[in-house]
C-alpha cells in the first residue's frame, strides 16, 4: 500500500478481512509470517480503527468517547479538547458533544466511532465494515462524509467490506480475497475521476469497474467451490 | 391514567385483599391468637409502634452496617478476582461454600466465637449479604467489550487504565443488581441471627420482639413487627434502586428504558 492510498478488502465472509485487519493493526499476530507497517510506526494514535459496531463507551458522552485517545496517552488538554471539537464538528455532529449513545441513532453512532478514529490524526485509517449494519439511506451518507475527510486529511485508508458498490464508489485501490486458505486473488486499481461525487455512481466507467470486481469476486468464489 | 394505574393497581388489590380478610375473621369468629384481623394489627401498630421502632432501630443498624461491610469487603474482593485468575480460581469456591451454608447452622458457632452481640449479628448479615455482589461484580468486571479492549490495546492503554476507564465502569450495573439483592438480604441475615442468638436486654432487635410475641400470644403484635419488617425491606429496595437508577439514567438500558418507549 502507498500513502494517501484509500484500498478496500473485498471478500466473501470468512475469508480473513477483518483478520488481516487485525494484523495490521497489531490487535492479532499471524499465524505465519510477518506483517510490516512501514507507515510511521505501530505508536499509539497512529492507527485509527473503526469496527463494524461503534464500539462507544455507553457511560461517556460524545465528547469523552472522542477524548478517550489522549485520555488514555495522558494528553487531556487545551489542544486535546480543541482537536476533540474538531473531529466531532468534521462528521457533522456539532452540538451533540453532551449526548450520551443511547441517545443517538445508530448512524450518529458510527460518525462518534469515526470521529474517535480521527481525531488523532493517524496516518492509518482501519475500518472493519463500519457501516455493514446501517441503513442504505445512511451508508450512502457516511459514504460521502468518509470520502471528504479522507480528501481532506489524505489519511491511508484500508477498508473492509463486502459491498462490491461500496468498495468501487469509495477506493483507488480494490483488493479481493477469497477464503480457505484466506489470500488475494486480485488487485484492481479504479480510475474513477477524483474527487468522488454522487454522479460518479450513473457514470458508466462506475458499472463497468462494478462489473470487473463482481467478476473477479465470483472467480475467488468459484476457484474456493472447485 | 398511565402514571396513576402502577400505583393504584396494586393499592386497590391490597385494600380488596385486607378487607376480605377483616370479614372473614369477623364473620367466622376466628380467635384474635389465631388469626389478628388487620384493624387488631394495625391498633397493635399504633400502640406499640413506639418500642417497636426502637427495636426497628437495632435492626437496622445491624443490617446497614451488613450491607456497606459486603458492598466493600465484595467490591475488593471481586477487583482483587478480576486482576488475578489464580486468586479467583482459589478462592471463589469458597465464596461459594460460605453461600450454599445455610446460616441458621453457622450462626450459633459465630456468636459463640464473637462475643460482642453487635458484631456477632453484622457477621452473619454480612455474610449473607455479601455473595451477590462479589459474584455480579465479578461477571462485570469481566465483561468488558471485546472490542472497546482491543481499542485500548491499540491506543496503548496501561493494565490500570484499562481496569479504570473499561471495566469498573462495565461492572457499575452488575455491582448495583448485587446490591439490590443483598440488601433485601442483609435484612434476612440480621433477622436470621437475632432469632439465633435472641439477645435479651436493652439492645432486642425486632426479630426477638417477634419471638417475644410469639410466646406471649400477643399475634397483634407479631403481625404489626412483621409488617415493619417488610416495610423496612421494601424501603431498603427502593433507596438501593434509586441510587442505581440516578448513577445509572445517562446510559444504561435498565435505566433509561421508561423515557424510550
Same mark, same amino acid.
Given at each position: 500500500?502507498?500513502?494517501?492510498?484509500?484500498?478496500?478488502l473485498?471478500?466473501?465472509?470468512? #475469508?480473513?478481512?477483518s483478520?488481516l485487519?487485525?494484523?495490521?493493526?497489531?490487535?492479532?499476530?499471524?499465524?505465519? &509470517?510477518? #506483517?510490516?507497517?512501514?507507515?510511521g510506526?505501530?505508536?499509539a494514535?497512529?492507527?485509527?480503527?473503526?469496527f463494524q /459496531?461503534?464500539?462507544?463507551?455507553p457511560?461517556?458522552?460524545?465528547?469523552?468517547?472522542?477524548?478517550?485517545?489522549?485520555?488514555?496517552?495522558?494528553?487531556?488538554?487545551i489542544?486535546?479538547?480543541?482537536?476533540?471539537?474538531? *473531529?466531532?464538528?468534521?462528521v457533522?455532529? &456539532?452540538?451533540?458533544?453532551r449526548?450520551?449513545?443511547?441517545?443517538?441513532s445508530g448512524?450518529?453512532?458510527?460518525?462518534?466511532?469515526?470521529?474517535? *478514529?480521527?481525531?488523532?490524526? @493517524?496516518?492509518?485509517?482501519?475500518?472493519?465494515?463500519?457501516?455493514?449494519?446501517?441503513?442504505?439511506?445512511?451508508?450512502?451518507?457516511?459514504? /460521502?462524509?468518509?470520502?471528504?475527510?479522507w480528501?481532506?486529511?489524505?489519511?491511508?485508508?484500508?477498508f473492509v467490506?463486502?459491498?462490491?458498490?461500496?468498495?468501487?464508489?469509495?477506493?483507488?485501490?480494490?483488493?479481493?480475497?477469497a477464503?480457505?486458505? &484466506?489470500?488475494?486473488?486480485? /488487485?484492481?486499481?479504479?480510475?474513477? @475521476?477524483? @474527487?468522488?461525487?454522487?454522479?460518479?455512481?450513473?457514470?458508466?466507467?462506475?458499472?463497468?469497474? #462494478?462489473?470487473?470486481?463482481? *467478476?473477479?469476486?465470483?472467480? *475467488?468464489?468459484?476457484?474456493?467451490?472447485a | 391514567?398511565?402514571?396513576?394505574? =402502577?400505583?393504584?393497581?396494586?393499592?386497590?388489590? %391490597?385494600a380488596?385483599?385486607?378487607?376480605?380478610?377483616?370479614a372473614?375473621?369477623?364473620?367466622n369468629d376466628? =380467635?384474635v391468637y389465631?388469626?389478628p =384481623? $388487620?384493624?387488631?394489627?394495625?391498633?397493635?401498630?399504633?400502640?406499640? %409502634?413506639?418500642s417497636?421502632?426502637?427495636?426497628?432501630?437495632v435492626?437496622?443498624?445491624v443490617?446497614?452496617?451488613?450491607?456497606?461491610?459486603?458492598?466493600?469487603? +465484595?467490591?475488593?474482593?471481586?477487583?482483587?478476582f478480576?486482576?488475578s485468575?489464580?486468586?479467583?480460581?482459589s478462592?471463589?469456591?469458597?465464596?461459594?461454600?460460605?453461600?450454599?451454608? $445455610?446460616?441458621?447452622?453457622?450462626?450459633?458457632?459465630?456468636?459463640?466465637?464473637?462475643?460482642t452481640p453487635?458484631?456477632?449479628?453484622?457477621?452473619?448479615?454480612?455474610?449473607?449479604?455479601?455473595?451477590p455482589?462479589?459474584?455480579?461484580?465479578?461477571? %462485570?468486571?469481566?465483561?468488558?467489550?471485546?472490542?472497546?479492549?482491543?481499542?485500548?490495546?491499540?491506543?496503548?492503554?496501561?493494565?490500570?487504565?484499562?481496569l479504570?476507564?473499561?471495566?469498573?465502569?462495565?461492572?457499575? =450495573?452488575?455491582?448495583?443488581?448485587?446490591?439490590?439483592?443483598?440488601?433485601?438480604?442483609?435484612?434476612? +441475615?440480621?433477622?436470621?441471627?437475632?432469632f439465633?442468638?435472641?439477645?435479651? +436486654?436493652?439492645?432486642?432487635?425486632l426479630?426477638?420482639?417477634? !419471638?417475644?410475641?410469639?410466646?406471649?400470644l400477643?399475634?397483634?403484635r407479631?403481625?404489626?413487627a412483621?409488617v415493619?419488617?417488610?416495610l423496612?425491606?421494601?424501603v431498603?429496595? !427502593?433507596?438501593?434502586?434509586?441510587?442505581s437508577?440516578?448513577?445509572?439514567?445517562?446510559?444504561?438500558?435498565?435505566?433509561?428504558?421508561?423515557d424510550?418507549?
Amino acid at each position: 500500500m502507498r500513502r494517501g492510498e484509500f484500498v478496500s478488502l473485498l471478500g466473501p465472509s470468512g #475469508c480473513g478481512k477483518s483478520t488481516l485487519l487485525r494484523i495490521v493493526a497489531g490487535l492479532a499476530e499471524p499465524s505465519s &509470517g510477518t #506483517c510490516r507497517v512501514a507507515l510511521g510506526d505501530r505508536r499509539a494514535g497512529h492507527i485509527g480503527f473503526v469496527f463494524q /459496531d461503534p464500539t462507544l463507551m455507553p457511560w461517556s458522552n460524545v465528547a469523552n468517547n472522542v477524548l478517550l485517545p489522549f485520555r488514555i496517552a495522558h494528553r487531556v488538554d487545551i489542544a486535546a479538547r480543541a482537536r476533540v471539537a474538531a *473531529a466531532i464538528e468534521a462528521v457533522g455532529l &456539532g452540538g451533540f458533544e453532551r449526548a450520551y449513545p443511547h441517545q443517538l441513532s445508530g448512524g450518529m453512532r458510527m460518525r462518534v466511532s469515526i470521529a474517535r *478514529a480521527l481525531v488523532t490524526d @493517524p496516518d492509518l485509517l482501519l475500518l472493519d465494515e463500519p457501516f455493514a449494519a446501517l441503513d442504505e439511506i445512511t451508508r450512502l451518507a457516511l459514504n /460521502d462524509d468518509l470520502l471528504r475527510l479522507w480528501e481532506r486529511h489524505r489519511p491511508t485508508i484500508l477498508f473492509v467490506t463486502h459491498s462490491v458498490f461500496e468498495s468501487v464508489y469509495l477506493s483507488t485501490r480494490i483488493a479481493v480475497m477469497a477464503r480457505r486458505p &484466506g489470500r488475494i486473488v486480485a /488487485d484492481l486499481s479504479v480510475d474513477l @475521476p477524483q @474527487p468522488r461525487q454522487r454522479a460518479v455512481r450513473m457514470a458508466p466507467g462506475y458499472a463497468a469497474m #462494478c462489473e470487473t470486481v463482481s *467478476a473477479a469476486l465470483t472467480t *475467488a468464489m468459484s476457484g474456493e467451490a472447485a | 391514567m398511565n402514571r396513576v394505574w =402502577p400505583i393504584l393497581a396494586p393499592v386497590a388489590v %391490597g385494600a380488596v385483599f385486607l378487607g376480605l380478610w377483616e370479614a372473614l375473621v369477623r364473620w367466622n369468629d376466628i =380467635p384474635v391468637y389465631i388469626l389478628p =384481623p $388487620p384493624s387488631a394489627i394495625a391498633a397493635s401498630l399504633w400502640t406499640d %409502634g413506639p418500642s417497636l421502632l426502637g427495636s426497628l432501630l437495632v435492626t437496622l443498624r445491624v443490617t446497614l452496617a451488613a450491607l456497606a461491610a459486603a458492598a466493600l469487603f +465484595g467490591g475488593a474482593l471481586a477487583l482483587l478476582f478480576s486482576l488475578s485468575r489464580i486468586v479467583e480460581l482459589s478462592f471463589f469456591p469458597y465464596a461459594v461454600i460460605l453461600q450454599v451454608t $445455610p446460616i441458621v447452622a453457622i450462626a450459633p458457632l459465630i456468636i459463640i466465637w464473637v462475643h460482642t452481640p453487635f458484631l456477632a449479628l453484622l457477621v452473619c448479615a454480612w455474610i449473607v449479604a455479601f455473595f451477590p455482589i462479589v459474584s455480579n461484580t465479578t461477571v %462485570g468486571l469481566n465483561s468488558a467489550d471485546r472490542n472497546l479492549l482491543a481499542l485500548f490495546r491499540l491506543y496503548g492503554a496501561s493494565r490500570w487504565q484499562v481496569l479504570w476507564l473499561l471495566r469498573l465502569p462495565t461492572a457499575l =450495573p452488575y455491582f448495583l443488581a448485587g446490591l439490590r439483592i443483598s440488601g433485601g438480604l442483609a435484612l434476612i +441475615g440480621a433477622v436470621v441471627a437475632e432469632f439465633v442468638a435472641g439477645t435479651g +436486654g436493652a439492645e432486642t432487635g425486632l426479630a426477638f420482639r417477634i !419471638l417475644e410475641a410469639g410466646y406471649r400470644l400477643a399475634i397483634p403484635r407479631l403481625f404489626a413487627a412483621l409488617v415493619l419488617l417488610s416495610l423496612t425491606g421494601i424501603v431498603i429496595y !427502593l433507596i438501593l434502586d434509586g441510587i442505581s437508577r440516578r448513577l445509572l439514567k445517562n446510559w444504561h438500558e435498565s435505566a433509561t428504558a421508561e423515557d424510550e418507549t
